[in-house]
């Protein structure tokens, strides 16, 4: 998958243009502030239409204008195509081929990409519903059942908890509590097996980059923490026993609480470089290399899935990384076409082969 040709007018603070970026690295330099994210998220909304800084639709018009237009030329599934997005404070129109669709999630089907940006160290730094946020949504784009299964188990465990705060009223209500149980841990199963077969997978690729950008020097582990002690290795049966016992044993803690305290929601993983705790005792350069080994791994993962490598987009990724990391991501990442924003010298400067992209008040040159 390569971007060929990037047009945008209206958008953000970028001046109306259209960009050919080469199929390798394409270096995005200048002082922060200019307009080097805008272009990154310009390409970002091609992967289904939402920002990846959260912002809304109307922050995405150029300040005074009424709309915003971005059409991408690439080439995808072995042929070139077109996909076009316009927004006018009302409407949203997604063109892919010249064709019109009725929705953004089309635009999943023809393009793919992975995104690393500063606000991804939250990964490490943060707590575990971040990190559960990141396995799901990167599990999601592999299989879409499995986002069904999420919805499931949400309802489900909604339910419960609104049962458990009805029996501290009415302890009555507790021999019906087996019910929603038996249906949580069918699901939460599910979903437990599948994040261990994703970490699994992502830890293999993940210490191939992870012993790359550190020269050798590190190991990168991640870890899954299940609530219900379940094990890699364990059969969906024996997970889905695990869970439930884990729930009757909670049952006390719960019933005080008023909330399902073990299960797929409150599991975690655990970042490691050589046996300790990245969240812990790891330095910045150390966070920032264990998570983009995780985001490289991940576009890995996709191209292995759907036999097409995603384009990767990496926001400000060179700061505190020290000159062999630096150069790793920048000439030894093969095969990819890859967007890398920067305000060193030390970005363009070490870039061997690849084109650099000079942002200044907006205008791309």
């Known amino acids: 998958m390569k971007v060929n040709a990037l047009h945008f007018e209206n958008f953000r603070n970028l001046k109306d243009d259209t960009i050919t970026p080469c199929e390798k690295v394409n270096v995005i330099y200048g002082d922060n502030a200019n307009g ?159 994040r261990f077969d994703y970490i699994r997978q992502l830890q293999k690729e993940a210490r191939v980059f992870h012993s790359g950008i550190s020269d050798k020097k590190e190991e990168l582990d991640i870890v899954c923490l299940c609530t219900a002690k379940a094990d890699e290795n364990d059969s969906l049966e024996i997970i889905r026993d695990k869970l439930s016992n884990a729930f009757l044993a909670a049952r006390h803690e719960d019933y005080h609480s008023g909330y399902t305290s073990v299960g797929p929601h409150r599991d975690d993983i655990e970042i490691k470089i050589n046996g300790i705790s990245a969240r812990k005792f790891g330095s910045q350069g150390q966070q920032r290399s264990a998570v983009l080994s995780m985001k490289l791994s991940e576009a890995q ?19 505190e990384l020290d000159s062999k990391r630096q150069d790793f991501l920048l000439n030894k990442v093969e095969d990819y076409q890859v967007f890398v924003t920067c305000c060193e010298e030390s970005g363009r400067e070490q870039l061997q082969k690849g084109r650099v992209f000079y942002v200044k008040d907006g205008i791309i040159s």
Request: glycine share 4%; charged share 25%; net charge positive.
């Open 36 to 194: 080097k994210t805008n272009l990154l998220e310009a390409l970002w909304l091609f992967c289904g239409g939402h920002s990846f800084r959260g912002a809304k639709e109307n922050e995405l018009i150029r300040f005074g204008m009424d709309h915003y237009q971005l059409k991408m030329e690439f080439y995808s599934g072995e042929r070139a195509q077109t996909a076009e997005i316009c927004f006018d404070k009302s409407k949203k129109l997604i063109r892919i081929n010249e064709v019109e669709k009725n929705s953004s999630s089309y635009l999943t089907e023809v393009f793919s990409a992975v995104v690393f940006s500063p606000e991804h160290l939250s990964l490490i730094k943060q707590g575990p519903n971040v990190r559960r946020r990141f396995l799901d949504a990167a599990i999601c784009q592999q299989k879409i059942r499995y986002a069904t299964l999420l919805s499931q188990y949400g309802r489900i465990i909604n339910q419960r908890n609104a049962l458990l705060k009805d029996i501290y009223h009415n302890s009555s209500l507790k021999e019906t509590l087996s019910i929603w149980d038996d249906s949580l841990a069918a699901v939460g199963a599910q979903i437990i097996k599948e």
């Open 301 to 319: 993962l996709l191209y292995r899935k759907n036999e097409e490598r995603p384009v990767i987009l990496l926001d400000d990724v060179l700061s």
